[in-house]
C-alpha cells in the first residue's frame, strides 16, 4: 500500500535552516510529482511545495519562495524540502503527498498520510 514516512523535523531558532526528508513506497515513484504541505495547529493543511517527477519543474507559493527548496532522489524513492530563513509562522507538521495537478487545480494524489515530521521555529 502507499507509504509516506517523513523524518528530520525539529526545533530551530528563528532565521535557521532545516531538511526534512520523506521516503515514499507503494507507486512508482519516478512518474509522480510530488508535493510537501504543512499543517499549523487550527488551520488548514497547506501546499508548500511541489516538483514534477523529473524535477524540472518546481513551484512555491509565496509565502515560502526563495526560501524553500524541494528536491528529489528518484534512485531512492525519496523527497526532501530544505527550509532557510525560518520564521515562526513555518512551525507545522510538514506532510508529503504524491500530487494531482489539473490546469490550476491541484489536490494529493492519496487519501492516506504519513505521521508528518514537526517543525517548530522559536523566537
Known amino acids: 500500500q502507499v507509504q509516506f514516512v517523513e523524518s528530520g523535523g525539529g526545533l530551530v531558532q528563528l532565521g535557521g535552516s532545516l531538511t526534512v526528508s520523506c521516503l515514499a513506497s507503494?507507486?512508482?515513484?519516478?512518474?509522480?510529482?510530488m508535493s510537501w504541505y504543512r499543517q499549523a495547529p487550527g488551520k488548514e493543511r497547506e501546499l508548500v511545495a511541489y516538483?514534477?517527477?523529473?524535477?524540472?519543474?518546481?513551484y512555491y507559493p509565496d509565502s515560502v519562495k526563495g526560501r524553500f527548496f524541494i528536491s528529489r532522489d528518484n534512485s531512492k524513492n525519496t523527497l526532501h524540502l530544505q527550509m532557510n530563513s525560518l520564521k515562526p509562522e513555518d512551525t507545522a507538521v510538514y506532510y508529503c503527498?504524491?500530487?494531482?495537478?489539473?490546469?490550476?487545480?491541484?489536490?494529493?494524489?492519496?487519501?492516506?498520510w504519513g505521521q508528518g515530521t514537526q517543525v517548530t521555529v522559536s523566537s
Open positions: 503527498n504524491a500530487l494531482i495537478v489539473t490546469g490550476h487545480s491541484y489536490r494529493p494524489a492519496y487519501p492516506g
Open positions: 507503494g507507486f512508482t515513484f519516478s512518474d509522480s510529482r
Open positions: 516538483i514534477s517527477a523529473f524535477g524540472d519543474i518546481l
